[in-house]
C-alpha cells in the first residue's frame, strides 16, 4: 500500500526501525515505531501498515477505515475473505469489533505473517480467525467458501500486484463472493495502470461499482456489487452512516460525501 511517508520522515527512517528481516534475495520486511505508531516496510520507508500502540485493534490509516465503507450497504456480513495481511490492521478490526464474522486471510509471504504476529498483535487463529500462507489468486480461483465480502490489498515493495489485478483475477473474485457480495478492492490511485484496473473491476461486476477517494487522496477504495443495492436514497445512507459510526467510530458520515465525489447520483439518489 503506497502510503508514502512525508519528506521529513525519510531521512530519518534508519533512527526508528526496530525490526528488520531480510530474505535471501535481499528483499526486507522492517518495522518502524515513532510517536506511538508502530509501521511496516517491504524493502523501503513507504508505510504498508500502521498501528497505534496505544489503540492496536483500531484502523490507524485512512484508507484501511475507507476500505469499511461496505458496511454502508452489508452491514452484518457473516464470512469475510482477506487477500493481503500487511500488519493485520483489517483482521484485528473485525475480529475484534465483529463479532458476528468470522474471516480468512491469505498471506504470500512468511516473513510478513510472522512479523504481523510479533510485532502487531494478530489474534490466535481459532473458528473466527484463519491464516493461509499461500498465492491469493490461487486461493481466490478455488475458493468454495462464498465470502459475504472480500477485501483485496495488494501491495509489494513498489506497486500494485498484477497478479491480484488482472481480468481473471477479477472474474474469480465476482464468482467466489455469495450472492449478495461484495468485492472491496484498494487501488493508487496516481498508479499509471489505474484506469486499466478499474475497468477490469467495473467489466467484471457488470458495471456495478463504486469508488471513494480514502482521506488521504492518493487511495481510491473500489467497491464491486455481485447483485446491485438499487439506487439508495442519501436520506437513508446518512441515517445509515449515523448508525455505523456509532457503533464503530469510524467516519461513515464523510464516507458517504465522497460517494458524491467519483459515481453517477442525483441530489436524492446514488445512481448504480
Given at each position: 500500500m503506497?502510503?508514502?511517508?512525508?519528506?521529513?520522515c525519510?531521512g530519518?527512517?534508519?533512527?526508528?526501525?526496530?525490526?528488520?528481516?531480510v530474505?535471501a534475495?535481499g528483499?526486507?520486511?522492517d518495522?518502524s515505531?515513532?510517536?506511538?505508531?508502530?509501521?511496516?516496510?517491504?524493502?523501503?520507508?513507504t508505510?504498508?501498515?500502521?498501528?497505534?500502540?496505544?489503540?492496536?485493534?483500531?484502523?490507524?490509516l485512512?484508507y484501511?477505515?475507507?476500505?469499511?465503507?461496505?458496511l454502508?450497504?452489508?452491514?452484518l456480513?457473516?464470512?469475510?475473505?482477506?487477500?493481503?495481511l500487511g500488519?493485520g490492521?483489517?483482521?484485528?478490526?473485525?475480529?475484534h469489533?465483529?463479532?458476528?464474522?468470522?474471516?480468512?486471510?491469505?498471506?504470500?509471504?512468511?516473513?510478513v505473517?510472522?512479523?504481523?504476529r510479533s510485532?502487531?498483535?494478530l489474534?490466535p487463529?481459532?473458528?473466527?480467525?484463519?491464516?493461509?500462507?499461500?498465492?491469493?489468486?490461487e486461493?481466490?480461483?478455488?475458493?468454495?467458501?462464498?465470502?459475504?465480502?472480500?477485501?483485496?490489498?495488494?501491495?509489494?515493495?513498489n506497486c500494485?500486484?498484477?497478479?491480484?489485478?488482472?481480468?481473471?483475477?477479477?472474474?474469480?473474485?465476482?464468482?467466489?463472493?455469495?450472492?449478495?457480495?461484495?468485492?472491496?478492492?484498494?487501488?493508487w490511485?496516481s498508479?499509471?495502470?489505474?484506469?486499466v484496473?478499474?475497468?477490469?473491476?467495473?467489466t467484471?461486476?457488470?458495471g456495478?461499482?463504486?469508488?471513494?477517494?480514502?482521506?488521504?487522496?492518493?487511495?481510491?477504495?473500489?467497491?464491486?456489487f455481485?447483485?446491485?443495492?438499487?439506487t439508495?436514497r442519501?436520506?437513508?445512507?446518512?441515517?445509515?452512516?449515523?448508525?455505523?459510526?456509532?457503533?464503530?467510530g469510524?467516519e461513515?458520515?464523510?464516507f458517504?460525501e465522497?460517494l458524491?465525489?467519483?459515481?453517477p447520483?442525483t441530489?436524492k439518489?446514488?445512481?448504480?
Amino acid at each position: 500500500m503506497k502510503t508514502g511517508l512525508s519528506e521529513d520522515c525519510m531521512g530519518i527512517f534508519s533512527r526508528w526501525k526496530i525490526h528488520k528481516t531480510v530474505s535471501a534475495g535481499g528483499d526486507s520486511v522492517d518495522v518502524s515505531e515513532q510517536d506511538g505508531v508502530r509501521s511496516l516496510h517491504l524493502g523501503n520507508d513507504t508505510v504498508q501498515s500502521a498501528m497505534r500502540l496505544a489503540r492496536p485493534n483500531d484502523l490507524e490509516l485512512a484508507y484501511t477505515r475507507c476500505m469499511m465503507s461496505f458496511l454502508l450497504f452489508h452491514p452484518l456480513p457473516e464470512r469475510l475473505l482477506m487477500i493481503g495481511l500487511g500488519g493485520g490492521s483489517l483482521s484485528k478490526f473485525v475480529y475484534h469489533y465483529m463479532p458476528q464474522a468470522s474471516s480468512a486471510v491469505v498471506e504470500i509471504n512468511p516473513r510478513v505473517a510472522a512479523v504481523a504476529r510479533s510485532h502487531f498483535f494478530l489474534p490466535p487463529e481459532d473458528e473466527r480467525f484463519h491464516l493461509v500462507l499461500g498465492d491469493g489468486a490461487e486461493y481466490v480461483a478455488a475458493c468454495t467458501e462464498e465470502p459475504d465480502v472480500m477485501l483485496v490489498d495488494g501491495f509489494d515493495t513498489n506497486c500494485q500486484v498484477e497478479e491480484l489485478a488482472t481480468p481473471g483475477f477479477y472474474d474469480n473474485c465476482r464468482a467466489a463472493l455469495a450472492d449478495d457480495g461484495v468485492l472491496v478492492v484498494n487501488l493508487w490511485g496516481s498508479d499509471q495502470n489505474f484506469d486499466v484496473y478499474l475497468r477490469r473491476i467495473e467489466t467484471a461486476f457488470d458495471g456495478m461499482i463504486l469508488c471513494l477517494h480514502a482521506e488521504r487522496r492518493g487511495n481510491v477504495i473500489v467497491l464491486g456489487f455481485k447483485k446491485s443495492p438499487g439506487t439508495p436514497r442519501w436520506s437513508d445512507l446518512k441515517e445509515r452512516a449515523k448508525e455505523l459510526e456509532a457503533a464503530y467510530g469510524l467516519e461513515f458520515p464523510r464516507f458517504v460525501e465522497a460517494l458524491k465525489e467519483m459515481n453517477p447520483h442525483t441530489e436524492k439518489r446514488l445512481l448504480l
